[in-house]
């Protein structure tokens, strides 16, 4: 997978205002900041095949992706890499890195990360399940058990089952907000 670092993508935009940079993190996350000239195509709607169909000049013009440090990004790389475009460049660090070396963004109200989402959801069925378990029947601390298996195979194939659910809350989205434009 090719990469870019911020500042290098940054001095690209600034000799060409049309670089195609999309941010691929929940709406509500691209709400908080993001750079100025990202747009936002969630990573839980790409829909790789039928972008690219959509995407002038698709071959020919490179398609940098950011989201908040990397990994979601990524992932969009190899969705567009497997539907046959291989012009797709992961920003090194995503947007944190992009904040920390200073450079241009937008910013708007404050959201709660996904990451932080997610540890709430899992920390309160993990709780569940050990009181169920305690007070009501032992079988549900499987429930605890469940939720801890999920978070290992999260943990070893960076892939979030629960987190791609909670992107997908209505707290997560901005309502009135086109988020591909």
């Avoid at 195609?20 to 691209?30: G, N, S, Y």
């Avoid at 050990?130 to 892939?159: E, M, Q």
């Amino acid at each position: 997978m090719n990469t870019i670092t911020p500042a290098e993508l940054n001095e690209q935009i600034r000799q060409d205002p049309n670089v195609d940079l999309i941010d691929v993190r929940t709406p509500a996350e691209f709400g908080e900041v993001h750079a100025t000239a990202a747009r936002n195509l969630p990573l839980d709607t790409l829909a790789a095949q039928e972008f690219l169909n959509g995407r002038n000049d698709s071959s020919a013009r490179p398609l940098y992706v950011i989201c908040k440090a990397g990994s979601r990004a990524a992932q969009a790389c190899k969705q567009l890499a497997n539907a046959g475009f291989k012009q797709a460049i992961n920003v090194e660090g995503g947007t944190e890195a992009w904040v920390n070396a200073g450079l241009p963004v937008k910013r708007g109200r404050k959201a709660m990360s996904l990451e932080r989402q997610v540890r709430i959801a899992a920390g309160l069925l993990v709780l569940t399940g050990v009181v169920l378990g305690t007070w009501v029947n032992p079988a549900l601390f499987g429930v605890s058990a469940f939720v801890g298996a999920g978070l290992v195979f999260a943990g070893i194939t960076d892939w979030c089952g629960m987190g791609m659910l909670i992107a997908k809350m209505p707290w997560n989205q901005r309502s009135g907000e086109a988020c591909c434009s």
